[in-house]
């Protein structure tokens, strides 16, 4: 166990459909990083929270969205979607005494 | 953005021998620099990572060398196991500010036993 929870772990939804991804970073960890990894592709970076705030955004859609909550918990929201957001999603966190811990990921499969 | 890539996308080793997997980075402004295994259908899990004022870092079977003259990022793995086998990425940032990672696109291990 990381100490980073992703949920859910699999996700299949339709084209036009909203999903929420929810990630819990690991205890005293203030920063949150989404990112994307299509089949057999590194991973694209989406965006980062740092203590509720957005810091940093990356190659993330218009039709993708993300918050960090007071408790630091994050979550992406991804609407409209389409058949080429199937993908896994990671979340990692890191904080001042600990590197880049990643979660397990969810793997979303728009059919 | 910055640019992170790997020049094998694919190397395969017998088992024993040392493995080795290069990276190359585009940002001379990257003061660090991770190393992370990635098994199928999970998480990026680190390796070692090292810091820009260094030039080498051991860990356990590991090894990373940084050629800050020329941009590039070196894996190095002993005595490779079939445990081994999984994609590896390189990745980049910058301390201070946005300290988001960059990735590089990959290269699989394969550990033929």
């Known amino acids: 166990d990381s100490g980073v929870t992703q949920t859910p772990k699999h996700l299949i939804t ?3 459909q909203r999903v929420t991804l929810r990630c819990s970073p690991r205890s005293g960890d203030l920063s949150v990083y989404w990112y994307q990894q299509s089949l057999d592709q590194g991973l694209q970076f989406l965006i980062q929270y740092y203590n509720g705030e957005e810091r940093a955004k990356g190659n993330i859609l218009e039709r993708f969205s993300a918050q960090q909550f007071p408790d630091l918990h994050s979550e ?3 609407s409209s979607l389409e058949l080429g957001d199937s993908a896994l999603y990671f979340c990692a966190s890191s904080g001042p005494y600990y590197g880049y811990t990643f979660g397990s990921g969810t ?4 059919v | 953005g910055e640019s992170v890539g790997l020049h094998l996308p694919t190397l ?3 088992e024993g021998d040392n493995s080795i997997i290069n990276c190359a980075y585009s940002n001379s402004a ?3 620099f991770i190393w992370y295994k990635q098994e199928s259908g999970k998480g990026p899990q680190f390796i070692i990572d090292i810091r820009s004022n260094m030039d080498k ?3 356990q079977r590991v090894t990373v060398l940084l050629n800050k003259t020329v941009k590039h990022l070196s894996l190095q793995i002993a005595a490779t196991q079939p445990g081994d ?3 590896y990425f390189c990745a980049e940032t910058h301390q201070t500010g946005a300290n988001n990672l960059f990735f590089g696109t990959g290269t699989r291990l394969t550990v033929i036993p």
């Open chain 1, 14 to 16: 339709a084209t036009g």
């Open chain 1, 76 to 78: 992406l929201n991804l």
């Open chain 1, 107 to 110: 793997r979303l499969t728009v």
């Open chain 2, 12 to 14: 395969s080793v017998q």
């Open chain 2, 30 to 32: 990257s003061d660090y």
């Open chain 2, 57 to 59: 870092r051991q860990g």
């Open chain 2, 85 to 87: 086998s999984a994609v």
